[in-house]
């Protein structure tokens, strides 16, 4: 029996396959994309424990600024931020965060905090190498707004547009920050 692809040997007998078709399979042009666009709605527990349904916040420069400032006062504080671990240390990060926000819908979660402040300092961190670079080479008559923006020509070419000035501003003096940065 010549070998056809249409069936399946069994032991006891032949029983076809369906035959595709090649005009029933989909081609993807060139440049095309197959992500999907649409935002999806995530389930949330209200305190109650409730099932909600509700958008994802989004963070505002004000929040980031509110979260690395409750980072900077837990990791300078000698007596009570020593010996803390992950969990404990965040938690305190995240009672602060949530005690200097007003709105109650705006409140985060410990994981929404540590999560976003990694994120935050690695953009501040990386806007701060490119300043430090910069202002080590010496320009005769340079003022601060010329190496600052300098310092923004570059960071924009290397990585995008830097949101996070003041930021940066309250961290670069911080010996805390700049030996975690290191």
Same mark, same amino acid.
């Given at each position: 029996?010549?070998?056809?692809?249409?069936?399946?040997?069994?032991?006891?007998?032949?029983?076809?396959?369906?035959?595709?078709?090649?005009?029933?399979?989909?081609?993807?042009?060139?440049?095309?994309?197959?992500?999907?666009?649409?935002?999806?709605?995530?389930?949330?527990?209200?305190?109650?424990?409730?099932?909600?349904?509700?958008?994802?916040?989004?963070?505002?420069?004000?929040?980031?600024?509110?979260?690395?400032?409750?980072?900077?006062?837990?990791?300078?504080?000698? &007596? /009570?931020?020593? =010996?803390?671990?992950?969990?404990?240390?965040? *938690?305190?990060?995240?009672?602060?965060?949530?005690? #200097?926000?007003?709105?109650?819908?705006?409140?985060?979660?410990?994981?929404?905090?540590?999560?976003?402040?990694?994120?935050?300092?690695?953009?501040?961190?990386?806007?701060?190498?490119?300043?430090?670079? &910069? /202002?080590?080479? =010496?320009?005769?008559?340079?003022?601060?707004? *010329?190496?600052?923006?300098?310092?923004?020509?570059? #960071?924009?070419?290397?990585?995008?547009?830097?949101?996070?000035?003041?930021?940066?501003?309250?961290?670069?003096?911080?010996?805390?920050?700049?030996?975690?940065?290191?």
């Amino acid at each position: 029996m010549p070998q056809n692809d249409n069936y399946v040997v069994s032991s006891s007998q032949h029983t076809p396959l369906p035959a595709t078709k090649p005009s029933a399979t989909k081609k993807i042009q060139k440049g095309s994309s197959n992500k999907r666009t649409h935002s999806r709605s995530i389930n949330l527990e209200d305190a109650d424990g409730e099932p909600s349904n509700k958008k994802r916040m989004t963070w505002t420069t004000k929040e980031d600024e509110r979260l690395m400032g409750a980072w900077l006062s837990n990791s300078n504080d000698a &007596i /009570s931020g020593n =010996y803390k671990k992950n969990d404990q240390y965040w *938690d305190a990060v995240t009672a602060e965060y949530n005690c #200097n926000t007003s709105d109650n819908t705006r409140r985060r979660q410990m994981k929404q905090c540590m999560s976003r402040w990694h994120r935050v300092n690695k953009i501040v961190n990386d806007f701060h190498a490119v300043y430090i670079d &910069i /202002s080590q080479v =010496y320009s005769s008559g340079q003022s601060e707004a *010329d190496l600052m923006d300098k310092v923004q020509i570059k #960071n924009e070419k290397d990585h995008g547009p830097f949101l996070h000035k003041d930021t940066w501003e309250a961290c670069k003096k911080i010996p805390k920050w700049l030996a975690y940065n290191a």
